[in-house]
């Protein structure tokens, strides 16, 4: 099974939204009818989620949120319910994204905390992890990886299913891709994490980092590369339809 996934970040008004799936779907329906190996996913604004679940009804599409809290309602000003995406239609949460580790200073603890209780609802969460260039450029990208991966699993079900995303951060809205090295090795010791601590062999294991159509064909390859993450190529359905012909 291979998973291509659009974070569409902080872009799109709902009729961008609509348009974007006016010219998405009509071909990479002939991908994933022909496909059963292929799930597109798409994690737009929270604003936006109605739209794109209304604009995708019929289609072999998920679509999912950016972020969620750890309770379903109440005092949580500026929140967004995973229980309320998964009562208009969601599957997926992203948690755990570089930007929102930095920007809004989420830790480890509380992405595991969410990650818990996004599967405890039955939803599929997807976990983002991944070494700053300070820390690559230091040695320490394995052990980064390996304690982003144990206190954001921390709380994990294992009966559950869920993804992981490893997304080097100075890889991420840079052009600078990882080399195929660089992402062979971080892959292989993320499913060795994976084994270790008793999770399915089917757990997707995604990239992100600068996927273009041009690079996606040999990232792709790689062993224990079971799909992509994409940011800026993912707003441009030409460009994120060719990355899911890959
Ligand atoms: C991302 O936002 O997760 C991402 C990988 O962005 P980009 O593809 O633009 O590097």
């Not at 348009?19 to 009509?26: A, P, S, T």
Request: charged share 20%; proline share 4%; with cysteine.
């Amino acid at each position: 099974m291979k998973f291509f996934a659009a974070n569409w970040k902080l872009y799109k008004t709902p009729s961008e939204t609509r348009d974007f799936f006016g010219k998405f779907l009509e071909p990479a329906s002939k991908i994933l009818n022909s496909d059963t190996q292929t799930e597109i996913l798409f994690f737009p604004p929270a604003v936006n989620l109605e739209a794109a679940v209304q604009s995708t009804k019929g289609f072999k599409v998920q679509v999912g949120a950016q972020n969620s809290y750890f309770e379903s309602e109440g005092a949580f000003t500026g929140e967004t319910s995973a229980q309320t995406v998964k009562t208009i239609g969601g599957t997926w949460i992203l948690l755990g994204h570089s930007e929102r580790r930095k920007l809004f200073a989420e830790s480890d603890e509380l992405i595991a905390k969410k990650f818990a209780y996004v599967q405890k609802l039955g939803l599929k969460p997807m976990l983002c992890i991944g070494e700053t260039l300070e820390e690559r450029e230091s040695g320490k990208t394995l052990n980064v990886i390996q304690k982003q991966l144990s206190l954001g699993l921390a709380q994990a079900n294992a009966n559950q299913p869920f993804a992981i995303a490893y997304e080097p951060v100075w890889a991420i809205g840079t052009g600078k891709v990882a080399s195929l090295e660089q992402v062979q090795e971080a892959h292989a010791q993320v499913r060795a994490e994976l084994t270790a601590k008793g999770y399915s062999v089917e757990t997707p294991i995604l990239y992100g980092g600068s996927v273009k159509p041009d690079n996606a064909k040999a990232l792709i390859q790689i062993k224990n590369v079971n799909g992509f993450l994409v940011g800026g190529a993912s707003l441009d359905a030409k460009s994120f339809l060719e990355i899911c012909q890959a």
